[in-house]
């Protein structure tokens, strides 16, 4: 666990990046020791970049590591992100370990390099050749709400129909798959799985216990 003087630490260096490269420069820090467990957004510089605030929940890249992934988190370095708004993020993600080696806080840069971007493609038919372009890089979307939605579409594909014609044991399978992929440490994912499945939040605890029959 980090003490409070390294939190204050990258703070400290959150703002002093974030001051050196510009307000297209967005620092964020994750403490993934708070109480809520849910890995919120302790401090944030130049937020209006993603319109993200403190105790906001982390992105999808972040949140698609720590709630999936069985391995330690490892950094992620210039990779590219796209905003809610459209923006195009040169992003890195790197994991702050304490002396026993265990992530204790998240560093994040995303830097907006939509008109560097524009830019570049106005240069590019001046200098360009016939030579092809190599393929461009995945670009993921910065929102947690995404990956929420993407694991829900998984657990219906799982079920094969529709929640309408689903029996409760597709239900209970459908439930179980989102627990185990973490989608309930997203958020107040359980108030919108539980819409979704037309269940109660009740219901929905019940299903994540409930045994089923091999097939």
């Not at 980090?2 to 703002?15: D, S, T």
């Not at 370990?97 to 998240?106: F, L, Q, V, Y």
Request: aromatic share 6%.
């Amino acid at each position: 666990m980090l003490e409070e003087h390294q939190m204050n630490m990258l703070k400290q260096i959150a703002a002093g990046l974030a001051s050196q490269f510009g307000p297209n420069c967005e620092v964020v820090l994750h403490d993934l020791e708070d109480s809520s467990g849910e890995c919120a957004i302790a401090h944030i510089e130049n937020g209006h970049v993603s319109g993200r605030k403190v105790g906001d929940g982390p992105s999808k890249v972040v949140a698609e590591q720590l709630f999936r992934g069985g391995e330690a988190p490892q950094d992620h370095l210039a990779y590219l992100t796209r905003t809610p708004d459209g923006k195009i993020l040169k992003s890195s993600t790197l994991y702050i370990r304490d002396s026993g080696g265990k992530a204790g806080a998240i560093l994040s840069i995303n830097y907006d390099i939509s008109a560097l971007l524009m830019i570049e493609n106005a240069l590019s038919g001046l200098v360009s050749t016939d030579a092809s372009n190599a393929p461009a890089e995945r670009i993921s979307v910065l929102n947690v709400n995404d990956l929420l939605d993407d694991l829900i579409e998984q657990s219906v594909a799982l079920a094969g129909k529709p929640v309408a014609l689903m029996t409760k044991d597709d239900k209970v399978r459908a439930i179980q798959f989102l627990n185990r992929h973490g989608a309930f440490l997203i958020t107040k994912s359980g108030d919108k799985v539980a819409r979704y499945f037309g269940i109660s939040k009740y219901t929905l605890y019940s299903y994540i216990d409930t045994k089923l029959q091999e097939e």
